[in-house]
Structures are given as C-alpha cells and as structure tokens.
C-alpha cells in the first residue's frame, strides 16, 4: 500500500485553512438588489411566483433602499409598474411616471451611499409587452425605439439616476443612449449594458412582477440560448458603443458565456441571477428538498466563480446578512 505524499485536503482541515486559500469571494458591495415599485400599491404587494420578493409602494421602496446602503450593497436596480400602458410606453417618459420618481425618491434617500440605476426598457410600459414600439405590421421597430430609450435616459438623469440599464436588446442602444446622456449634461451617467441577454423560459415569475402584458416572445431581439460566441460580440459591441459595464443574463444556465465574456472584455462583468433562479432555489426549499440559506450562497458564489464582477439578486439584502454573521 503506497500513501499519498500529496494531499490536497491538508489545505480544507480546519476553517481557518479553507478562508485562507479561499479562490473567490462574496461581498455585499458586489450585490446589487433589483426592486420594482409600483405606482397604485398603497401597500407592498407580494409577488406570488417570487416569495419574498414584493412590488414596493414609493415609501416601502425608500426603506429597501436605506437599508441596501445600510447593509453595503453595491446597488439597487430599479423597475417601475405604471398603472396604465400604451402602444409607445409613454408612462417610461413622463417625469412624473412611477420610474422616474421612484428614482428620484431612492436618489434623495440614499444620495452617493448606493448606487441608483435604472432598467431602461419599455416592457413594462407597453400595452403589448414588448421591449420597443411597433412598426405597421407589428414588429419591434428597432430604430423607432431607440429615439424612445434616448429620451427615457434623459428622464432617469434628470431624476437623478447613476447609472442606467439598457436592457431591450435594440441594435445601436448604448450609443444612442450614451450621445444622449452626453448631451443632456449627464457624463456622468454609466450605463451598464444587458449585453449578452437570452430568450430565456427562467424570466417567467419577473413578468408576474412587473405585470407584463406579453403575448408571444422577444426572440426577434433576445439572444438563442445556443450562442455563446454571439454573447461575446454583443458584449464587445457595447464596449464600442460606450458601454461602462457590460451583463450577461440569465445567469445560471449561462455560466460559460459570463466566463468567455470576462476573458474578453477589459470592463466589469455583471451578471443578472434573475426571477426564475430565485424562484426555483425558493420553492426547492420550501419544500424541504434543499437546504435555503447555503443554496443561496452556493449560487451566488458560482456566478462570481464563473467570472461576473458584480451580481444582481433579489437574495442582495439577504445574502449581505448572511456573510456578515
Ligand atoms: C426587460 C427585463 C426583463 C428582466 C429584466 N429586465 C424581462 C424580459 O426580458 O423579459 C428579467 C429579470 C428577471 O427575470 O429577474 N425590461
């Protein structure tokens, strides 16, 4: 019988060991909380796919955001849930639209303690659902819709936000929206581009959050699941256009692409652990067939693991508390 010389597990013996040769971490200034408010909520509206998760009224959503600075988060995300929809998505443009408040409300809650961003996006807005407006025939008229997504930046700087988030897979976004950031005296402004973003079925509980009127899918403008090498080119792409962070969403069910996407770009890599992954780790749980807490970690750190910088998750808050236990 030969023994081993090399034994990889002297290193995992006590926990001190494992900490300190720990490979990737997880901290809270590297979550971000996606939050949706709604406009007629006179209280928080739980969201039933998504336990835990609710629509905010305007004063449940300050609260979430004093805290999210309180735990260290490294941001919150917000989404808007107007109370009446049309054909152009005209509530994304009105200052006094449910978005363009809320982030002003978050913004004077929590000043520079969190970063304020904003989903730049018409789906929740639209009567049809759809991500941009619709030409004659009914289909997503890409460069109509990118006049849309300039004046909305304009909106989201002018309440305040610090960085928005393109999120409608519109050919050419980042550089409108950048040109009209520019322009409107918001330099300053980041835009974190949802780059590599996928026709995904795990996106099923957020339209239960944001009400979505969809029929039908987005997969004349969001990605295959198949391509990986399509989500680099759209990273780089946005780069080009100005991007300052780029995302890659799902999460879960796209780990190779958030790794080839950070060997390939020299900015932060963003990752949306998104509805249907919290979802599914929730109800695993209460049903007693996984063990919640370390499931939540687990998954966190393996999005960090495959390469996001940054994470977005609806477990941001929660997750904070834990690793500070
Ligand atoms: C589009 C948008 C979506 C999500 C974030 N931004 C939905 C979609 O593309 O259908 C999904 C987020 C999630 O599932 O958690 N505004």
């Not at 989404?79 to 408040?101: E, H, M, R, W, Y």
């Not at 990605?223 to 990273?235: H, I």
């Not at 890599?269 to 919290?278: K, L």
């Amino acid at each position: 019988m030969e023994f081993p010389t090399v034994r990889p597990r002297r290193l995992r013996r006590t926990p001190a060991l494992r900490a300190m040769v720990a490979e990737t971490s997880l901290e809270a200034r590297q979550l971000v909380l996606p939050a949706f408010v709604r406009e007629d909520a006179t209280e928080p509206v739980p969201i039933s796919s998504m336990p835990g998760v609710v629509q905010h009224t305007r004063s449940s959503l300050k609260a979430a955001a004093a805290e999210a600075a309180e735990l260290g988060l490294g941001g919150i995300m917000l989404f808007g849930v107007p109370s009446a929809k049309d054909a152009t998505g005209s509530g994304a443009l009105d200052p006094g639209g449910i978005l363009n408040v809320a982030i002003a409300d978050v913004a004077a809650e929590v000043g520079d303690a969190l970063t304020v961003m904003s989903d730049l996006c018409l789906d929740e807005f639209t009567s049809h659902g759809h991500c941009g407006v619709l030409d004659a025939e009914g289909r997503v008229d890409n460069d109509a819709t990118l006049e849309v997504y300039a004046e909305m930046a304009r909106a989201h700087a002018a309440a305040g936000v610090d960085m928005v988030g393109p999120s409608g897979m519109m050919d050419g976004q980042v550089r409108v929206i950048r040109s009209a950031l520019d322009e409107a005296g918001a330099a300053d402004v980041a835009i974190l581009a949802y780059s590599a973003k996928y026709a995904s079925a795990f996106y099923g509980p957020f339209r239960e959050a944001v009400g979505s009127s969809l029929q039908g899918d987005r997969r004349t403008y969001q990605q295959d699941s198949g391509n990986a090498v399509e989500g680099v080119r759209e990273a780089l792409l946005d780069i080009e256009e100005g991007a300052d962070l780029v995302m890659v969403k799902p999460a879960l069910a796209y780990l190779d692409v958030i790794r080839r996407v950070r060997d390939a770009v020299d900015v932060p890599v963003v990752a949306y652990n998104i509805s249907g992954e919290y979802s599914m780790v929730e109800a695993a749980a209460a049903n007693g067939w996984i063990e919640r807490e370390p499931a939540i970690l687990e998954t966190l750190l393996s999005i960090r693991r495959a390469g996001a910088d940054v994470v977005l998750t609806y477990w941001a808050a929660e997750a904070a508390r834990l690793l500070r236990r």
